[in-house]
């Protein structure tokens, strides 16, 4: 696929998604889940700190009162305005948001203590280069953070489960696996220092809601996940009901490399 033409990809999706990708009640924005990973990071006061794809700078906004100064680097300006009017909402003074691309981060060499980036691997051509960059850019000992959703380790259900992840959102490429996320660390000369990964909870109609999924891809999906429950074919998205809910569980992983 061509770089262009899925970065255009990626600032429409995100584009609709910016107004509401902040709002209380969904996954990404859910505090406990923040200061887990936060927590994990562990963050020192004079850490200078960059945050690649930063969203609407949920993982930003939750460092910036824990360090000196946060970067925060985006494709999509819509999320990026979000993200300043957040940050400014909040008080904070020691973020600052910046347009531009993982795999070309516009940072000079060995700049920062620690070098994250929150489930936007999935979403590109080339992580294996944005990783790259991101080490690159992290100063030699400091610390380079992947979060990501991990797929199944078995081929056709990871090869499932991404298909249902690009119907809901088509700028969404291919989540790697765990043994995928750690050789793109190591790739670039990283050192694995922690990897932890939990399930977490999603309801169904949210998690389409959010990306204004079109109705025969969010039909195609229940359809899919209703059938699996039914004992049908698995999708890899562990479906199941709970208070009369449609939901799923999402893998997630923290993997800290040092540089
Ligand atoms: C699912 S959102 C996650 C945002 C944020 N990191 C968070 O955890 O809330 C993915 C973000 O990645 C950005 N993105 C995708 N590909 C990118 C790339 N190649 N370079 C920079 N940003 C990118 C999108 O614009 C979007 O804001």
Request: net charge neutral; glycine share 8%; hydrophobic share 45%.
């Amino acid at each position: 696929m061509d770089a262009a033409r899925h970065q255009e990809t990626v600032r429409r999706e995100f584009g609709k998604q910016a107004r509401h990708f902040a709002e209380a009640g969904l996954t990404l924005s859910n505090e406990d889940y923040l200061r887990w990973m936060v927590d994990v990071l562990a963050p020192a006061p004079h850490w200078q700190v960059l945050d690649v794809a930063t969203g609407t700078g949920h993982l930003a906004r939750a460092l910036a009162p824990r360090v000196r100064r946060v970067t925060a680097v985006d494709l999509t300006p819509a999320m990026l305005a979000e993200g300043r009017r957040l940050a400014g909402e909040a008080g904070l003074t020691n973020v600052a948001f910046a347009e531009g691309a993982a795999e070309r981060l516009p940072c000079g060499d060995a700049t920062f203590d620690l070098v994250a980036t929150r489930f936007s691997l999935h979403h590109m051509l080339d992580p294996r280069g944005a990783v790259g960059e991101m080490a690159r850019v992290a100063r030699p000992g400091g610390v380079v953070a992947v979060i990501d959703l991990v797929s199944p380790d078995d081929p056709a259900l990871a090869a499932r489960y991404n298909e249902v992840e690009r119907r809901r959102d088509p700028s969404h490429m291919r989540a790697l696996t765990l043994a995928e996320l750690t050789a793109t660390l190591e790739a670039a000369g990283l050192t694995i220092s922690q990897t932890l990964t939990r399930d977490v909870e999603a309801i169904v109609e949210r998690w389409l809601e959010m990306t204004h999924a079109p109705p025969d891809a969010r039909r195609t999906i229940v359809e899919a996940l209703t059938a699996e429950l039914a004992g049908g074919p698995p999708t890899g998205m562990r479906p199941f009901r709970r208070d009369g809910e449609l939901r799923f569980l999402h893998a997630w992983a923290i993997l800290l490399g040092r540089r």
